[in-house]
C-alpha cells in the first residue's frame, strides 16, 4: 500500500509539473520572463521539441521569433513526419532509449490511423498491456501482505519501545519469517511502480515534444486545445472531457483501496484520494486535449485491469483454499485409519 501511494503521488507530482509550467527551463518565455502561451489552444509553449510544427501555424511563428532560446532553430528542425531515431544529436540516455523511441512510434501509428489522438490513446494502453504481469505480481503481493499485516502488527507490538541490537535483529528474523509464510518479496512489490514511474514521464515527454500531435482533432476537440481555453470560446464539449477526467480518475483510485482496511487507514487513503483528485481536476483545465484523452483511456483500462485481477486473485484464492481443505481432509482420513488400526 506504501509503494502504490508513493506511486500515485509521483504521478501526481508529475501532471502538475507537465500542466502547470513549474519545469520553466523546458518553456519559451516573453520578455518579462513569463511562460508563452499558444493563444490559439492555450498550451505553454515548449522549446525541446524534436520536430517542426506546421509552417502555417501561429506555434511555427512563435518558435521562429524566440528560435534564440531553443538548442538547435525550427527551420532546422526535420517535419514530424521526417522524424526518425538517428535524428538531431545525442541528448542523453533519457531522450534516447525512453522519450525519442516513444515519440517515434507515436508519430507512425498516428500516419498509419490518421489520427494522432488515437495513436496516442493505443501507445498508452500498449505500455500498460506491456506492464500488466508487473501489475498482477504487485497486486500478488500487495494482498499477501494484507493477510500478513496482523502478524507484523503484532511484532510491531512486541518491539516496541525497543531499540538494542539484539531486540531489532530478533524483530527483523521475526517479520523476515512472515515474509516467507505469506511469499513476500519486498523489491517485487515495487518493481512495477518503479518502472512505471520512468516510463509515464518519458510518455508525457514524448507527447508534449511532438507539435503534430496537437494540431488534429478528435471527437470535435482540437488534440492541442486546454478545457480552459475551448470553454472560454464556448466549446462547452470541454466539459466533458473534464468530467471524464474527473470520473475515470476517482474509479481508478477507489479501485485500488482494500474495503477491509482500519478506520485510521481508510480515512487517510480517502483524504490521500480527494486530495489527489481536486489536484488533478484543476491541473486538468491546463492539460492539451490529447494528454487528457491519453489519461482518461488508461485510467478506464486500470479500473477494468484491477477488477480483472482482483476476480483471478479471489479465484486463485478460492483454489487454493478448497486445496488446504482437500489436504487436511487427507490427514484426518488417515489419522482415523491409523487410530482403527
Not at 179 to 191: E, H, S, T
Amino acid at each position: 500500500m506504501k509503494n502504490r501511494k508513493k506511486f500515485m503521488a509521483f504521478i501526481l507530482v508529475g501532471v502538475i509539473l507537465l500542466t502547470s509550467g513549474c519545469g520553466s527551463d523546458d518553456y519559451l518565455k516573453d520578455e518579462k520572463g513569463q511562460i508563452l502561451i499558444n493563444e490559439t489552444t492555450g498550451q505553454s509553449v515548449r522549446k525541446d521539441i524534436l520536430c517542426q510544427p506546421s509552417k502555417d501555424s501561429e506555434l511555427y511563428n512563435i518558435y521562429l521569433e524566440h528560435k534564440d532560446q531553443m538548442k538547435k532553430s525550427v527551420e532546422e528542425l526535420p517535419t514530424c513526419e521526417e522524424f526518425n531515431l538517428s535524428t538531431n544529436e545525442y541528448n542523453g540516455l533519457w531522450e534516447a532509449l525512453l522519450v525519442r523511441p516513444l515519440a517515434w512510434i507515436i508519430i507512425q501509428l498516428g500516419r498509419l490511423l490518421g489520427n494522432a489522438g488515437i495513436s496516442v490513446m493505443l501507445v498508452g494502453l500498449l505500455i500498460r498491456f506491456i506492464l500488466l504481469p508487473l501489475t498482477v505480481k504487485s497486486m500478488r503481493q500487495s494482498t499477501s501482505m494484507q493477510k500478513a499485516q496482523p502478524e507484523i502488527m503484532r511484532i510491531e507490538k512486541k518491539y516496541a519501545g525497543k531499540t538494542d541490537s539484539e531486540s531489532m535483529m530478533a524483530k527483523s528474523q521475526e517479520t523476515m519469517m512472515i515474509y516467507q509464510k505469506y511469499k513476500i518479496n519486498p523489491v517485487a512489490g515495487c518493481l512495477g511502480a518503479l518502472i512505471q514511474i520512468p516510463i509515464f514521464f518519458a510518455f508525457l515527454s514524448a507527447i508534449n515534444e511532438v507539435p503534430a500531435i496537437f494540431e488534429g482533432n478528435l471527437f470535435g476537440m482540437n488534440l492541442g486545445m486546454t478545457p480552459w481555453k475551448g470553454l472560454s470560446q464556448g466549446e462547452y464539449i470541454y466539459i466533458g472531457l473534464i468530467f471524464l477526467i474527473v470520473a475515470t480518475t476517482y474509479f481508478s483510485f477507489k479501485n485500488t483501496m482494500k474495503s477491509n482496511q482500519n478506520n485510521e487507514m481508510m480515512q487517510q487513503m480517502n483524504t490521500m484520494m480527494i486530495f489527489m483528485i481536486v489536484s488533478i481536476s484543476i491541473a486538468s483545465f491546463s492539460l492539451p486535449t490529447a494528454i487528457a484523452l491519453y489519461w482518461i483511456v488508461v485510467n478506464a483500462f486500470a479500473v477494468f485491469q484491477n477488477y480483472m485481477v482482483k476476480r483471478i486473485l479471489a479465484n486463485d484464492e478460492k483454489k487454493s483454499s478448497k486445496t488446504i481443505d482437500t489436504k487436511e481432509r487427507k490427514k484426518g482420513n488417515i489419522k482415523k485409519k491409523k487410530e482403527v488400526k
